[in-house]
């Protein structure tokens, strides 16, 4: 792997590449995509067709600086989704992934919870069925009910958590509201060298009309005609 920013160097060290800043005091929300040359985030239905080597490391380095990995309930369904396996950096314990739901309309035998070894996060609300959130804690799940499932809400809950290096991996949608919001501090985004045509959707969907956010160039690795780019906020966060 090959550095071409900040600084031009072969083999960077991907740790302090991808460093989180230092003495954050409420949640980073960090997301983190892979897309095809032509902009489809998906190929048959899954990001597994657009991963290279290069993309699979830096993967599995976002999620060891990782506190908490946030998806939401479509994109965990359909990766088959199971708990993270590497400890967060100078810990003992792999960060949880939290999934967003509004539904609760998780299986309750699903690996992310019968292959975890951190309990599971279930972000929802009231308004989901109790039956589904009382089977999903009788699974192991730590069941938060929120008042919404606004980008507010789940960053609160998340910083009431103490968890304040977010890793957000998808999906669109979570991504999208996000982005509407200007919640998105930093954006990880792996261009696959992939032509994928197809009607596959792009890393963020979300309502017309909602700002552009403007992001700064802070990093871009290359290995095998695949791009590893890293996105930053520019200017103050809301």
């Known amino acids: 792997m090959e550095?071409?920013?900040p600084d031009p160097a072969p083999d960077p060290d991907l740790l302090a590449h991808y460093a989180y800043p230092?003495?954050?005091?409420?949640?980073?929300?960090?997301?983190?995509?892979?897309?095809?040359?032509?902009?489809?985030?998906s190929v048959d239905g899954t990001s597994g067709g657009l991963g290279t080597p290069a993309d699979?490391?830096?993967?599995?380095?976002?999620?060891?600086?990782?506190?908490?990995v946030l998806v939401g309930a479509g994109t965990?369904?359909?990766?088959?989704?199971?708990?993270?396996r590497k400890p967060t950096r100078g810990t003992d314990r792999p960060p949880p992934i939290a999934v967003v739901t509004g539904s609760a309309g998780l299986d309750p035998a699903a690996k992310l919870f019968t292959d975890t070894v951190t309990p599971t996060i279930v972000l929802t609300t009231q308004d989901a069925p109790a039956a589904k959130r009382d089977a999903l804690a009788g699974a192991g799940a730590d069941v938060a009910v929120l008042p919404d499932l606004s980008p507010a809400s789940?960053?609160?809950?998340?910083?009431?958590?103490?968890?304040?290096?977010?890793?957000?991996?998808?999906?669109?949608?979570?991504?999208?509201?996000?982005?509407?919001?200007?919640?998105?501090?930093?954006?990880?985004?792996?261009?696959?060298?992939?032509?994928?045509?197809?009607?596959?959707g792009r890393i963020a969907k979300g309502r017309q009309g909602s700002p552009a956010q403007e992001m700064s160039l802070a990093g871009a690795l290359h290995e095998g005609g695949a791009l590893l780019l890293r996105y930053v906020r520019t200017g103050e966060r809301p």
Request: a negative charge; proline letters at 3%.
């Open 22 to 41: 230092d003495g954050l005091d409420r949640p980073w929300i960090r997301v983190n995509f892979v897309s095809s040359a032509d902009g489809a985030v």
């Open 76 to 84: 965990a369904r359909a990766e088959d989704y199971r708990g993270a």
């Open 154 to 200: 789940l960053i609160a809950e998340l910083d009431r958590r103490g968890l304040h290096r977010v890793l957000c991996e998808g999906g669109p949608s979570l991504h999208g509201a996000l982005v509407a919001a200007g919640a998105v501090d930093e954006l990880c985004l792996t261009v696959a060298p992939l032509l994928a045509g197809g009607d596959a």
């Open 56 to 68: 699979k490391r830096v993967f599995g380095v976002l999620r060891e600086l990782a506190e908490v």
């Open 3 to 5: 550095a071409l920013l």
